[in-house]
């Protein structure tokens, strides 16, 4: 191994969210935080190198984007899913959400209905409710651990009124990776319906088996015609806090619009150490990628695993992709507030409930596996203890 994600480095005081707001998160410091997405570990030094380089510099104006910048993109997308982009799809946002903020107000009216498939990452909830648009829940099925979406549950909730649906790609917080026929029946129900999807990608690089993902786009010419998707370097190699990220479409009328309501909005600006980043990660970043994906693998396993021998009451599957593991917590028989009250005050780990998913994540717990395996193993047994004293 040329990095050594073992190493444990501690973030406190350094302005991270998950590490030094954990007494306004959950009400008190004393939690082991394994919440919010971003990683523990440093980004590849690639990075480091091309922001400190730029950083020595010392005027920080205005930034333009420089075809670098797009070209970057356009390679890793070949290199990683062997799809060919144009750089004249794209567009920048500073982040994803805010990015389907603006395709909402861009691609639907007040009152249209926007559909969902919880459990999902629950900002997508508030962009559709914010927006004076409907919610429509196409909720998951799951079946022995693992999520499937319910085809015949959204043909019977699609009106007129609908016209977007949001689609996770990987899936956060169940970890699912959507194989080609699940994508493309979710595609052709919508382009019956004439309904645009917004693809969040985000998490496409972090996915454990080569080449599953399968970029929504890519399906068919007429799939690209009607998505919008979204790609960032923000999960991928641990940027969140760069606020870079892009949006692209085939389709020029699409792509127009978007641009129009991205300006409307002001945000067609992104960070100028966003784009040194974007740029080092995607052209250098390749093996430290490789590195990472088998180091979260080997802790998803490891979760997995101890969970099946000291903690079986509590059952989380290996995702697909993601660093993100959905613990399904049901067997030990606390309900909404009390699990979460459980995990915080008792297990002491700071975990996002999963009733922030959706109502279907009651009983469930999102932990963030993208740290040390020295912090997993102490969460580990801070949840054993736990759950022993809970029987006792
Ligand atoms: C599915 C998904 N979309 C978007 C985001 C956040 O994107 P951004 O920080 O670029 O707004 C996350 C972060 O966890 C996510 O899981």
Request: hydrophobic share 40%; net charge negative.
């Amino acid at each position: 191994m040329k990095y050594n994600f073992d190493e444990v480095i501690d973030r406190i005081g350094t302005n991270s969210s998950k590490w030094d707001y954990r007494e306004k998160i959950f009400g008190t410091e004393d939690v082991l935080p394994l919440w919010v997405a971003d990683m523990d570990f440093p980004c590849p030094p690639c990075v480091v190198e091309a922001i400190i380089k730029r950083a020595q510099h010392p005027i920080y104006g205005y930034p333009g984007k420089p075809r670098e910048f797009y070209a970057a993109a356009v390679h890793w997308l070949k290199r990683r899913f062997g799809v060919d982009v144009q750089p004249e799809w794209m567009a920048t946002v500073p982040g994803v959400v805010p990015g389907i903020h603006i395709a909402i107000e861009a691609f639907t009216n007040p009152g249209d209905k926007v559909v969902v498939q919880p459990p999902v990452y629950h900002p997508f909830f508030r962009a559709i409710r914010n927006r004076g648009r409907q919610i429509v829940e196409n909720p998951l099925m799951e079946k022995d651990g693992r999520y499937y979406m319910d085809f015949a549950d959204l043909r019977e909730k699609i009106d007129e009124r609908t016209r977007m649906l949001i689609l996770c790609s990987p899936h956060n917080p169940v970890g699912r990776v959507w194989e080609r026929d699940e994508l493309l029946e979710l595609a052709d129900i919508c382009m019956k319906n004439d309904i645009i999807i917004i693809s969040d990608e985000i998490h496409s690089d972090l996915v454990y088996e080569k080449g599953k993902h399968i970029p929504l786009f890519s399906l068919s010419p007429e799939i690209s015609n009607h998505c919008i998707t979204f790609i960032s370097v923000s999960k991928t190699f641990n940027l969140a806090g760069l606020f870079t990220s892009i949006a692209f479409t085939e389709n020029p009328k699409i792509l127009r619009e978007l641009k129009m309501a991205i300006h409307k909005a002001s945000m067609e600006d992104i960070n100028l150490f966003g784009i040194e980043a974007l740029i080092a990660a995607y052209n250098e970043g390749e093996d430290w990628l490789e590195e990472l994906l088998l180091y979260l693998k080997g802790n998803a396993e490891y979760i997995s695993n101890f969970l099946r021998e000291r903690i079986p009451q509590v059952k989380m599957q290996v995702p697909e992709g993601t660093y993100l593991g959905w613990m399904d917590f049901r067997e030990l028989g606390l309900r909404g507030e009390e699990l979460k009250e459980f995990i915080i005050r008792k297990a002491k780990l700071g975990l996002n409930d999963g009733m922030m998913f959706g109502a279907q994540g009651e009983g469930f717990q999102r932990i963030n596996f993208a740290c040390s395996r020295k912090t997993l193993e102490e969460a580990m047994l801070r949840l054993e203890k736990a759950v022993k004293e809970l029987k006792a």
